[in-house]
């Protein structure tokens, strides 16, 4: 379950920004993102992070949003699965809408080539680094840190991005920095959460705390 919070948490960051939108049910206003294509039979840990939500909600009402839930469980997971921690920026504040076609476009899909994927990156804020270094994500706690690219077992993958980057191409120097090296892997891993989880985070005003994760106050 590890891994599916954290692909909650990638999903969500790369849809309008880390603001809990993904798990937003369908409204007769608007279609929300779990049924994109790149979330069907992709994504899950819904129920995960409502059981989350009931449990401090009776400890802490109206404090904690959906979408820092999502930040901390990304966190913890892979402090679980045996990563490195690192410091959650707390603050942000959920969406009140979704977007489907949102999600269908941002969301990069497996078969993206490694130029799209560096442009999809930059678009976000995220560089080069950030990709090779995010996309390595499942394996955490694992022996062998980087072996995966190019092993074709994709299951894990946040964003199943893993061949495209040791293919002879640009990122091929930066994955095998890393598999030589899994101390700086696991650093910039944590840097690059980091700065994932900044992505246009809606604060002060903005949205809403929500009381259930799955539907608007």
């Known amino acids: 379950m590890g891994a599916s919070l954290l692909r909650l948490f990638f999903h969500d960051c790369f849809v309008n920004g880390c603001d809990g939108s993904i798990l937003l049910d369908d409204t007769s206003s608007f279609t ?26 009776k400890v802490c009402p109206g404090v904690v949003s ?47 080539s490694l130029s799209n994927l560096i442009s999809k990156f930059s ?30 077992d994709n299951n894990l993958a ?8 040791y293919n002879g191409g640009s990122t091929d120097s930066q994955v095998k920095a890393y598999s030589n090296s899994p101390g700086s892997f696991y650093a910039d891993f944590a840097a690059s959460m980091i700065k994932m989880g900044d992505i246009s985070p809606l604060t002060g005003s903005s949205g809403q705390i929500r009381k259930n994760c799955r539907r608007i106050n």
């Open 158 to 165: 946040p964003l199943d991005l893993d061949q495209e980057l």
């Open 66 to 112: 959906c979408a820092d839930i999502l930040a901390i469980a990304a966190r913890d997971s892979v402090v679980t699965l045996g990563g490195r921690s690192w410091n959650v920026k707390l603050g942000r504040r959920d969406s009140t809408t979704a977007s489907l076609s949102a999600a269908n476009n941002n969301i990069p899909p497996p078969s993206s």
């Open 123 to 152: 678009d976000l804020g995220l560089s080069t680094k950030d990709l090779v270094a995010l996309s390595g994500a499942h394996t955490i706690g694992q022996a062998r840190c980087i072996s995966f690219i190019g092993s074709g």
């Open 32 to 57: 929300g993102e779990k049924t994109a294509n790149p979330n069907q039979n992709s994504v899950r840990g819904f129920d995960v992070v409502d059981d989350i939500k009931t449990a401090v909600e």
